[in-house]
């Protein structure tokens, strides 16, 4: 089962405009979720990241939001950038204390000029 | 080196045969994962050392997978028996203690064909 479901294989959006994307998760006992950002041929990057106890948290241009009641979350990018086109990962730990990572499939976001 | 580095960054091998990848982390991470990600797919947690013990390795998926870090630094992820199956991008990851809610920097990965 999935536990962790990024809905839209892909999205386009504008240079300068924001970028939204969407990530669901079945299993309640997630607390802490991941961002990570894929450029092809190298590893996953750290993006930003949330605690269950917020339902916020902003980086600069990056920011999630966390749903906890809908079991949702989304990164917002604004302004998007050329530089922004990549896969993105949403990750979720915590079951159990547990460590690893359980990954959604990934949105590939492509920034137009 | 600054990040985690990963050998080889390609691998083809026949079906049936048995291959070695390795896995150098950020120095200092006591903590170090091995994921798997398939064309298509978010990478899949395979296993979790803490020092030189495998502290979770319920992602392993079946006993042809083993992995090893003896000095509590390196590791190798030892598959036997290739199947075409197997052909993926094999990710390690490591964190500096191993605790929840640390982040995992992860190593630009192996591309294994098999066959």
């Known amino acids: 089962d999935q536990q962790v479901k990024q809905n839209s294989p892909s999205l386009s959006v504008q240079e300068g405009r924001i970028s939204i994307l969407n990530c669901d998760y079945t299993?309640?006992?997630?607390?802490?979720f991941l961002w990570y950002k894929k450029y092809p041929a190298e590893g996953p990057t750290f993006l930003i990241s949330i605690s269950s106890i917020k339902d916020k948290n902003e980086d600069g241009r990056f920011t999630v939001f966390l749903n906890k009641s809908a079991k949702h979350l989304s990164l917002h990018i604004v302004p998007s950038q050329p530089g922004d086109s990549a896969v993105y990962f949403c990750a979720a730990s915590g079951v159990q204390g547990a460590q690893k990572l359980v990954f959604g499939q990934g949105t590939r976001l492509t920034i137009n000029p | 080196g600054a990040g985690v580095s990963q050998t080889p960054s390609n691998k083809v091998t026949e079906k049936g045969k048995y291959v070695e990848l390795r896995c150098d982390p950020i120095s200092g991470h006591t903590a170090l994962y091995w994921y798997r990600q398939s064309l298509g797919q978010g990478p899949e947690f395979l296993i979790y050392?803490?020092?030189?013990?495998?502290?979770?390795d319920s992602g392993l998926p079946n006993d042809r997978f083993f992995a090893v870090r003896p000095e509590g630094s390196v590791s190798t992820l030892k598959i036997q028996r290739t199947e075409r199956g197997d052909s993926a991008v094999y990710l390690c990851a490591s964190s500096y203690t191993g605790t929840p809610q640390e982040t995992q920097y992860f190593g630009p990965g192996t591309r294994l064909l098999v066959l």
């Open positions: 050392f803490q020092g030189t013990g495998a502290a979770d």
């Open positions: 299993n309640s006992m997630f607390d802490y």
